[in-house]
């Protein structure tokens, strides 16, 4: 899948998404604002309540979406017959989509009413899709293959080597700047970090790297070079920071990536198996 094909992949789904959120809410604020009381009264009551013709369809088609994104993601990741079919970071894209979405179809079929053991299935699902996106970003600081296989230190460490030898080529700073860049550059900086200072620590070094890059793009617009090697320069830093930052991270990111799936996946059971029951319930007692 080219890069343009993939802007237009995951432009396709946040259109979607957003789409589906905003005119549901557009559609039915006048019912789901009206009190729980009043409901009744309410000339959308018999079409949009949890067993009505669309809050019904509303959460057939948001557990549908959930099951399939959960089943295709896991068969595609645990399946070496399915290895070659398409890049996992795109069944990952698409798992993220349907495991999105359907959550919000499934608050719609509950009209924002919450009761019962199908509260807990509920906020269970809640919990599962916070704890996704805490997940995605996680992910994303492990350097993988392009077919999703995780890269061992080694091979990072070959890769900066590299890297670093091209950036020396290239380099036309001053000492100070060199030595901002080996400090912000270098893997140890990162050793510090533990599940207590986590956000406070990546948002500090956001910053500070955001200040750095700045100070170098100020240097280099002043150096009178080329445009086409001002971009390259600047490629390379940009490489030479996030894949030292990768290194670094990448002991303390495999730790946490452990961690959350211990936190994860019984959110996860839990939700289904209180759906699968709330399915069958609704079966049994003869849904028309």
Request: proline share 2%.
């Amino acid at each position: 899948m080219s890069k343009t094909l993939h802007r237009l992949y995951i432009g396709l789904f946040f259109l979607i998404g957003i789409s589906v959120t905003v005119l549901l809410a557009i559609n039915g604020y006048s019912y789901y604002s009206t009190s729980i009381e009043e409901r009744f009264f309410h000339q959308s009551h018999s079409a949009l309540k949890p067993s009505g013709v669309w809050g019904h369809g509303f959460g057939i088609i948001g557990s549908l979406m959930m099951i399939l994104g959960v089943s295709i993601y896991m068969i595609r990741k645990r399946s070496r017959r399915f290895y070659n079919l398409g890049y996992l970071k795109h069944w990952l894209e698409l798992h993220i989509f349907l495991c999105t979405v359907g959550p919000v179809l499934v608050l719609y079929h509950t009209a924002f009413k919450f009761g019962g053991i199908v509260s807990v299935s509920f906020w269970s699902m809640v919990l599962v899709v916070l704890s996704g996106v805490v997940g995605r970003f996680i992910y994303i600081q492990i350097p993988r293959t392009i077919q999703g296989q995780e890269i061992d230190i080694s091979e990072l460490m070959k890769m900066r080597n590299e890297l670093s030898e091209r950036l020396s080529a290239e380099i036309i700073f001053d000492k100070s700047l060199i030595d901002d860049f080996t400090e912000i550059s270098s893997p140890n900086r990162y050793k510090s970090i533990n599940l207590l200072n986590a956000i406070i620590f990546f948002f500090k070094d956001a910053i500070q790297v955001r200040k750095f890059k700045r100070k170098i793009i100020n240097h280099l617009r002043k150096a009178g070079i080329s445009k086409y090697r001002y971009k390259e320069i600047k490629r390379l830093i940009e490489a030479e920071i996030i894949l030292s930052r990768r290194i670094g991270l990448l002991r303390t990111m495999q730790k946490f990536f452990h961690y959350w799936h211990i936190a994860h996946l019984p959110f996860a059971i839990i939700m289904f198996i209180i759906m699968i029951v709330h399915i069958i319930v609704t079966i049994i007692f003869g849904y028309k």
